[in-house]
């Protein structure tokens, strides 16, 4: 399990802080999780006149899984809420399109639904790829 909590560590998934909202994908982008030390999907969306920042799930899950979201993709979001950096975040326990339904982490834990599934070899928390750097 990652720390969470701290000023230098990731925010915890929190039952009390479910939310869901209905937005529009700004962006979507690979990004490296210094915590986790994994390059993981996120999305930027706009819902109302607020920015969120969607933690998704890890890179290599996403692509195992061919999970792919483009910008000005209308989702509906559900996960733990949270501000970090003065910056709106949810974890996404699901997200849902026109199409699908993507569950991503245990709505009442937080846990991610890809632990223990298809994981790459020797690509644990805290290892890295030699010579991977922090973006991609």
Request: hydrophobic share 25%.
């Amino acid at each position: 399990n990652v720390p969470c909590g701290g000023t230098r560590q990731m925010a915890c998934y929190e039952k009390k802080t479910f939310t869901t909202i209905d937005a529009v994908v700004s962006k979507a982008e690979f990004t490296h999780n210094r915590h986790t030390k994994e390059m993981g999907l996120h999305l930027i969306v706009k819902s109302g006149d607020k920015e969120y920042k969607v933690h998704v799930c890890p890179k290599w899950y996403a692509e195992k899984e061919n999970i792919v979201f483009k910008k000005d993709d209308q989702i509906n979001v559900s996960g733990s809420k949270f501000v970090k950096h003065e910056i709106l975040n949810i974890y996404a326990a699901t997200i849902k399109t026109q199409e699908k339904t993507y569950k991503f982490r245990e709505p009442d834990t937080g846990k991610g639904l890809w632990w223990g599934r298809y994981r790459p070899k020797n690509r644990g928390y805290g290892r890295r790829k030699q010579g991977e750097d922090d973006e991609d």
